[in-house]
C-alpha cells in the first residue's frame, strides 16, 4: 500500500511537469531548518530553488536543501572482548553524526496577488526525497585501547570510527507560505512545511530517532525572475 502511494504521488508529480512552459521561470536560494515532533535533533542549513509559472498564480516548485551535520554526544556503555582485560565494564563517550539532503517538489497556488506581483499568499502540496546518513565513534578515557573493547548491545559493535550508514527516507505534506515582490526584479519568500516522513531505507533507523515521523520545516528565501 505504501509504494502504491508513493508511486501515486511521483505519478502525479511527472504530469504536472509536463503541463508547465518555460518561457519564465525563477531561482534563487536562501537559509533553511528542519524539526520533528518530539525528536530533539534541530538542523539548520540552505537551499536552493527553480519556480515554473503555470499562470499567473499557479507554480511548480522544485527545491534542494542541504543541512549542516548534527553531532550529538553522550554516555554509553562498554565490556571487555576478553575476560582478562580490565576494567571488564566501563563507560565511553559516545558521539553520533547524522547528515541530511532533500530534494522537494511539488504545485503552488498563489493568492491576493499574482506570482510576480506585489504582496502574496501561496499555499500547495509537495513530495520530497530525503538521504541521510549516520555514523558513530565511541571515545575512551583512561588510556584505554578502544580496540580491547565493545558495545554491550546485541549484537555488539566495535568502537572503531564506522564508516557512514545511508537511509532513503520518502515524505509528503504541505507547504503555507508568503511572498514580496521587490521593487526590482526579484522576490523575498518564508514559507512553512508539514510533512510525513516514511522509510524506503533506513537501517540504521534514523526515522523515529534522528528524524521524527512528523516533520517541520522553515525557509526562507530570494526568487530572482526571469522572463
Not at 542549513?45 to 551535520?69: C, H, Q, W, Y
Not at 547524522?98 to 511539488?106: E, M, N, Q, R
Not at 519568500?189 to 531505507?201: A, K, Y
Amino acid at each position: 500500500m505504501g509504494k502504491k502511494l508513493i508511486i501515486g504521488f511521483i505519478s502525479i508529480f511527472l504530469a504536472s511537469v509536463g503541463n508547465y512552459s518555460l518561457a519564465q521561470f525563477s531561482a534563487g536560494g536562501g537559509l533553511s531548518s528542519f524539526h520533528g515532533l518530539n525528536t530533539p535533533v534541530n538542523r539548520l542549513g540552505f537551499n536552493a530553488f527553480v519556480e515554473i509559472p503555470k499562470a499567473t498564480d499557479a507554480t511548480l516548485f522544485i527545491r534542494a536543501s542541504l543541512m549542516l551535520p548534527d553531532k550529538l554526544e553522550q554516555i554509553g556503555d562498554i565490556e571487555a572482548k576478553d575476560i582478562t582485560t580490565q576494567p571488564s565494564k566501563t563507560t565511553a563517550e559516545l558521539v553520533t553524526k547524522t547528515s541530511y539532503f532533500a530534494v522537494d517538489g511539488g504545485t503552488r497556488n498563489y493568492f491576493i496577488n499574482d506570482y510576480d506581483v506585489g504582496l502574496s499568499i501561496f499555499a500547495g502540496p509537495h513530495i520530497k526525497g530525503i538521504l541521510a546518513s549516520y555514523s558513530s565513534d565511541y571515545r575512551v578515557a583512561g588510556g584505554l585501547n578502544p580496540d580491547d573493547y565493545q558495545t554491550t548491545d546485541f549484537p555488539a559493535q566495535e568502537l572503531n570510527s564506522s564508516t557512514p550508514i545511508y537511509s532513503l527516507l520518502f515524505a509528503f505534506g504541505g507547504t503555507v507560505g508568503v511572498k514580496y515582490q521587490l521593487p526590482y526584479r526579484g522576490a523575498l519568500l518564508f514559507d512553512v512545511g508539514v510533512e510525513l516522513v516514511t522509510r524506503l531505507h533506513d537501517p540504521s533507523a534514523i526515522l523515529g530517532n534522528e528524524i521524527a515521523p512528523l516533520s517541520f520545516s522553515f525557509n526562507l528565501g530570494y526568487r530572482f525572475d526571469w522572463y
